[in-house]
């Protein structure tokens, strides 16, 4: 991704909008100058060349490198609110990123992101100030504790990647261990179930069973025979008053049949007796008649007409005619007390029948043929034999798979815990596995970084100088030293000598060359490759000689990446700069000029 445009527009000093047409520039070295109209005795001071530098920052972080932002970076003096883009090109492809203040935005291409974004498309804050962004009132990379060194060039190198490894592996490790544990209480589990299964005996238990049930068996067999002589003697029982009620029955139907005879026979009686009885009633009715007439015939009147009689032969006549009647009266009379005298005979022999014994026969008939069925079910129950299986043989089956299944059982778990002591033993080792690949790692790139920072040290004229990083140093106590240290040595001392003791234009010189190196280191770690840097008054506290190798390090340094280099500085250097930024501070506020 390459800068192509700078916008500004009321970034402190600049008020109207200023473009740096950065695709109109040459790759190489310019210097960043200019003149300060309103307050000449300042010359090329306080015109806006830092300003042109942090809005760049602002743009891409919300501050300035002194973290700087809101209201401040506002130009003083103007009402509207600071506005700053940068066009970019990747590939063919150009975009633009704007942040303005009053209202606050952040957009990209049009469309508004959020600062994690920014920082994606281009890299985050701490790494720009240390890769193409110097300001002058930053401390550089040798300048900042060992503590901070070492927090940037962790994040830049993923160092971080390795720690999470190793502590990843750690708790990995300790899922292990106590996974071995878990493994180790099931074996001691399974262990402990086989060995009780093993100690459970259901033999005694099984022959015992066997034992009660022929005994069962025994009984049962007892009770069938028992009742089998039961049976038979019920039997003899039912026989015997099946007989007694076939000779009952054989009484009872003669006495039945001489009870219906007589029943009939005093019927045909009493329906003669009831006719003679009728008979004598009407001859009884006649021979009142009969006497009457005739006292009516003697007294010589005619019972008809009750005229006298001429002649007495009507009374003869009635006179015979009633000892008929009462002839016949008295037969029938007889023959009535006769057919009464039969009736109650006849009564008398059916009252005097004999009743036949034994007529509680048929209820003790029907107890003999319930006890009689109740003995064939019992037989028949008793001879259904229940099928019974010895439950004992079930759990000595069960207890044979329960320990099969055991022993398969304690094999895989120890399988899994052996299986889980290796896995622990794999992961503990890469706690420090990782770790000392985060060594390597390091120990390679420190390799890299002085290297690198040592030639710059000698393009810039410190000719037998070194300076030697490192980092996590082990105590004696066996713990780490987290920091990333440096330390100088000098062709004038005998020993090595902490950064931090030196000053002036030597450490200027120390610091440049560590800055050079670092920023490469942190470049081509990051992937990040810019197209321009932004060095701020770079040139203090060295001499005309430092300012001409320092100048001359930037060149070739452009040269080599193919890069804009940008150098501010108040004063006027001699030197063949591709070409000028011009920056002029009027009372309207600062205006860009590229001079070629």
């Known amino acids: 991704m390459k800068l192509q445009r700078i916008s500004i527009t009321g970034f402190r000093s600049f008020k109207a909008t200023q473009v740096l047409l950065l695709n109109k520039m040459y790759q190489g070295l310019w210097l960043v100058t200019g003149e300060n109209e309103v307050e000449p005795g300042l010359g090329a001071n306080a015109i806006g060349k830092s300003s042109l530098f942090d809005a760049v920052h602002w743009c891409l972080y919300g501050k300035t490198s002194r973290s700087l932002k809101a209201g401040t970076i506002n130009s003083w003096d103007f009402d509207k609110g600071a506005s700053v883009s940068l066009v970019t090109m990747n590939g063919t492809k150009t975009s633009t990123l704007t942040r303005t203040q009053s209202p606050n935005t952040l957009t990209w291409e049009g469309e508004p992101v959020d600062q994690t974004r920014v920082d994606q498309l281009f890299i985050p804050q701490e790494l720009m100030l240390h890769t193409w962004y110097f300001p002058q009132f930053t401390?550089?990379?040798?300048?900042?504790?060992?503590?901070?060194?070492?927090?940037?060039?962790?994040?830049?190198?993923?160092?971080?990647?390795?720690?999470?490894?190793?502590?990843?592996?750690?708790?990995?490790?300790?899922?292990?261990?106590?996974?071995?544990?878990?493994?180790?209480?099931?074996?001691?589990?399974?262990?402990?179930?086989?060995?009780?299964?093993?100690?459970t005996d259901y033999l005694p238990q099984k022959a015992e069973w066997d034992r009660q049930r022929l005994a069962r068996k025994r009984a049962r067999e007892a009770r069938i025979k028992t009742a089998r002589s039961d049976l038979v003697?019920?039997?003899?029982?039912?026989?015997?008053?099946?007989?007694?009620?076939?000779?009952?029955?054989?009484?009872?139907?003669?006495?039945?049949?001489?009870?219906?005879?007589?029943?009939?026979?005093?019927?045909?009686?009493?329906?003669?007796?009831?006719?003679?009885?009728?008979?004598?009633?009407?001859?009884?009715?006649?021979?009142?008649?009969?006497?009457?007439?005739?006292?009516?015939?003697?007294?010589?009147?005619?019972?008809?007409?009750?005229?006298?009689?001429?002649?007495?032969?009507?009374?003869?006549?009635?006179?015979?005619?009633?000892?008929?009647i009462n002839e016949k009266l008295r037969l029938e009379r007889t023959q009535a007390d006769l057919l009464t005298t039969q009736i109650e005979e006849k009564e008398k022999e059916l009252a005097d029948l004999p009743t036949p014994e034994n007529n509680k026969l048929e209820s003790i008939w029907g107890a003999a043929v319930q006890e009689m069925e109740s003995i064939e079910r019992e037989i028949r129950n008793e001879e259904k034999e229940k099928v019974e299986k010895n439950p004992f043989i079930d759990l000595i089956q069960q207890q044979a798979d329960d320990v099969i299944n055991a022993m398969a059982m304690l094999e895989v778990r120890r399988e899994e815990k052996a299986e889980s002591e290796q896995m622990q033993s794999r992961s503990a080792f890469w706690i420090k596995g990782f770790k000392e690949i985060r060594y390597q790692v390091m120990e390679e790139s420190l390799r890299q970084l002085n290297t690198e920072v040592n030639e710059c040290l000698h393009q810039l004229g410190l000719i037998g100088w070194e300076i030697t990083f490192s980092a996590e140093k082990e105590t004696k106590s066996g713990t780490v030293k987290r920091g990333f240290l440096c330390s100088v040595r000098s062709p004038h001392t005998s020993n090595v000598v902490p950064?931090?003791?030196?000053?002036?234009?030597?450490?200027?010189?120390?610091?440049?060359?560590?800055?050079?190196?670092?920023?490469?280191?942190?470049?081509?770690?990051?992937?990040?490759?810019?197209?321009?840097?932004?060095?701020?008054?770079?040139?203090?506290?060295?001499?005309?000689?430092?300012?001409?190798?320092?100048?001359?390090?930037?060149?070739?340094?452009?040269?080599?990446?193919?890069?804009?280099?940008?150098?501010?500085?108040?004063?006027s250097l001699n030197y063949p700069f591709k070409g000028n930024i011009h920056i002029a501070k009027t009372a309207e506020g600062s205006t860009i000029d590229i001079r070629y």
């Open 499 to 571: 950064w931090e003791a030196w000053s002036g234009g030597e450490s200027q010189r120390l610091r440049l060359g560590a800055q050079f190196g670092i920023s490469n280191l942190l470049v081509a770690r990051s992937g990040f490759n810019p197209s321009v840097e932004f060095w701020d008054e770079p040139t203090q506290y060295l001499s005309g000689g430092g300012v001409h190798d320092l100048l001359a390090q930037l060149e070739e340094r452009a040269n080599r990446y193919g890069r804009i280099i940008l150098l501010a500085d108040h004063r």
């Open 139 to 199: 401390s550089a990379f040798i300048d900042l504790k060992p503590e901070q060194r070492m927090e940037i060039y962790t994040e830049v190198m993923r160092l971080g990647l390795w720690d999470e490894k190793s502590d990843l592996a750690k708790r990995v490790s300790e899922a292990y261990k106590e996974l071995v544990r878990e493994k180790e209480l099931e074996v001691v589990k399974w262990e402990t179930q086989l060995l009780t299964l093993k100690k």
């Open 233 to 324: 003697k019920a039997r003899l029982i039912v026989q015997n008053l099946n007989r007694k009620m076939l000779a009952y029955d054989k009484k009872l139907k003669t006495f039945n049949e001489r009870v219906k005879t007589l029943g009939k026979y005093i019927d045909d009686l009493r329906q003669k007796e009831t006719r003679a009885s009728t008979t004598v009633a009407q001859l009884d009715q006649q021979r009142l008649r009969l006497v009457k007439e005739h006292s009516l015939v003697k007294q010589g009147v005619c019972p008809m007409c009750k005229q006298k009689l001429p002649t007495k032969a009507l009374a003869l006549t009635l006179a015979a005619s009633l000892k008929e």
